[in-house]
């Protein structure tokens, strides 16, 4: 063995000392009425079933094809978007400079630590509410798990580590809260909009393994601070010695390695707890994050389908993806060309023709990449979409989640669509158990309750004359009465495609409704929809 592992395994050894010391200080509280026994071993539990961490299976390229010619219309040319002159340092408050831990073990401790930690404060909690109980101040809102200090536990140190377990994090954050409990749910909506970012010298070891020594040579200037931090990376402003200025992503080091044991940790510690309901099928959409990260944290792979989707979209120019800056692009650093845009949850408040304008572009680009492109953009963070309101173009960035869909799937999937756009409820059914959404046997209320579920989903594209209203719609809260039906009898988990597909489709409508827009949806899909048809012969 050699030195620095033994070290690293000696420091591990006294974390986990120093943890159940304290674990033994609370015990021996007076004010602590439960044995601990139980809790005891569910921490060791947490802490011993940390994995090694498995090779990332390599993921081939995405093949993007293009549009069919029917699908490309002419239009008059719009002017680019201009590059920023001066860019804001926009993190969050919270955000501060912390060394992300990049060795195994050093990732690994933790997640111990947090495993250990929240046994400890469950324990406090618990006191707590005992106390409470004794003297008739009951707190029924006081969950032992879900305390305060368990939730800074758990934002600390998913905002330490990052990576898969941060991004894993932030997609539960827009579950909805029938499927997640409100706690932890707020727990990760903190989580996403507090990610730190990495020291200077960090950075520095990043680029240069990267770029190599003499990578600041290529760069006329480089902003040692980022003007944001992600789950994944950070981006940094730099311009080139031609003048243009450029944003600079750099991956947290240990990220790419780290994706398989980051999430069965983080999901290992939560699975002691009993937060996740059996019918969400956590194991499988853990097993989808892993393969959606292991194409995230491929920059090269972002790159090529920067490149491709600005290719696909040259025919729409109400859209705009910037260029990529090859020579500054490797396996953990993307460079492209910096543009001047505002994030659309900066508009909710605007104008309603803005408003409308971009509601109805990210709706029809939402459709496209469906029906049209078959591939797709599928992070619904709204930070991946700005709009530029002199040339009224909505501008795309950040292609690490882009996903292709086969023509077979999408094929089945329109015809969903578009039989609830006509309430057609025999086909949805039908339609469902060829797609393995329902595998044939089950109860009556599962299959009633899945096509109702997919009715009012499908309500934004059957108002046939006027307009959906997506500022007044009630459709979250009444597929919220249906979950617990489907969570209880649901026999199989949906499609693989349906994960990233239905998180997309779930972002632009959560937009749409910020917005408060009125938009005809059904004229919109029922020429995609025809177009579809006429592709097909």
């Given amino acids: 063995m050699d030195q620095e592992l033994q070290d690293e395994i000696e420091e591990l050894n006294r974390e986990f000392n120093r943890t159940f010391e304290t674990l033994n200080k609370v015990q021996a509280d007076p004010q602590v009425v439960a044995p601990l026994e139980d809790l005891r071993e569910k921490v060791k539990e947490s802490v011993v079933k940390v994995q090694p961490v498995p090779q990332v299976r390599e993921e081939p390229p995405v093949v993007v094809r293009q549009p069919e010619p029917s699908a490309m219309p002419s239009a008059p040319p719009v002017p680019k978007p201009v590059a920023k002159k001066k860019i804001r340092v926009a993190l969050s408050e919270n955000s501060k400079a912390r060394v992300v831990p990049s060795s195994r073990i050093g990732r690994m401790i933790s997640f111990g630590s947090l495993a ?4 400890v404060g469950t324990v406090a909690q618990y006191a707590r509410n005992t106390i409470s109980s004794v003297t008739g ?49 707020r727990i990760f909506e903190r989580v996403r909009q507090s990610a730190d970012f990495m020291p200077s010298w960090q950075v520095e070891q990043v680029m240069t393994a990267q770029l190599g020594p003499d990578w600041r040579t290529r760069v006329a200037s480089f902003e ?18 031609n003048g243009q200025e450029v944003a600079v992503k750099v991956q947290y080091p240990g990220v790419a390695k780290g994706i398989n ?23 499988n959409v853990v097993e989808v994050a892993k393969k959606e990260l ?33 020579e500054l692009c490797a396996q953990e650093v993307i460079t492209t060309e910096l543009i001047d845009g505002v994030p659309l949850d900066k508009f909710f408040d605007a104008p309603y023709e803005i408003k409308s304008d971009i509601a109805h572009k990210i709706m029809q680009l939402c459709l496209r990449e469906m029906f049209v492109l078959r591939c797709m953009q599928t992070d619904p963070n709204w930070a991946n979409f700005f709009y530029n309101p002199n040339t009224k173009q909505v501008i795309l960035l950040d292609f690490g989640a882009t996903r292709e869909y086969s023509k077979e799937f999408m094929d089945q999937y329109i015809e969903i669509i578009h039989a609830a756009s006509r309430g057609d409820r025999d086909t949805i059914l039908h339609m469902s158990r060829d797609m393995k959404f329902l595998t044939g046997y089950e109860s009556k209320i599962m299959e009633e309750t899945h096509v109702d579920t997919v009715m009012i989903m499908g309500e934004v594209f059957t108002s046939g004359s006027g307009e959906f209203d997506f500022g007044t719609q009630q459709t979250t809260r009444r597929i919220q009465a249906l979950v617990p039906t489907i969570l209880t009898h649901r026999l199989c988990p949906p499609p693989e495609e349906i994960y990233s597909l239905h998180r997309k489709l779930s972002g632009v409508f959560l937009l749409c409704s910020k917005l408060k827009v009125k938009m005809n949806c059904r004229t919109m899909f029922q020429e995609i929809y025809d177009q579809y048809k006429a592709n097909a012969r």
């Avoid at 250990?116 to 046994?119: F, H, M, N, R, V």
């Avoid at 194409?295 to 993806?321: H, I, N, S």
Wanted: aromatic fraction near 8%; include cysteine.
């Fill in 116 to 119: 250990a930690g929240l046994g």
């Fill in 137 to 185: 101040k009951v707190d029924e809102s006081a969950n032992a798990f879900m305390s305060p200090a368990n939730a800074e536990r758990i934002v600390d140190t998913l905002c330490k580590v990052r990576g898969a377990a941060l991004k894993l994090g932030q997609l539960l954050s827009i579950q909805d809260d029938a499927l997640i409990s409100p706690e932890l749910q």
């Fill in 224 to 241: 040692e601070k980022p003007f944001a931090a992600a789950s994944i990376g950070q981006v940094h402003l730099a311009t080139l010695h």
């Fill in 261 to 283: 044991s980051d999430i069965d940790n983080l999901v290992g510690v939560m699975k002691v707890w009993n937060i996740f309901p059996k019918g969400m099928f956590i194991d």
């Fill in 294 to 326: 292991a194409w995230e944290v491929d920059y090269l792979r972002e790159a090529e389908c920067t490149k491709k989707f600005k290719t696909m979209l040259q025919p729409f120019p109400e859209y705009f993806v910037p260029d990529v800056v090859d």
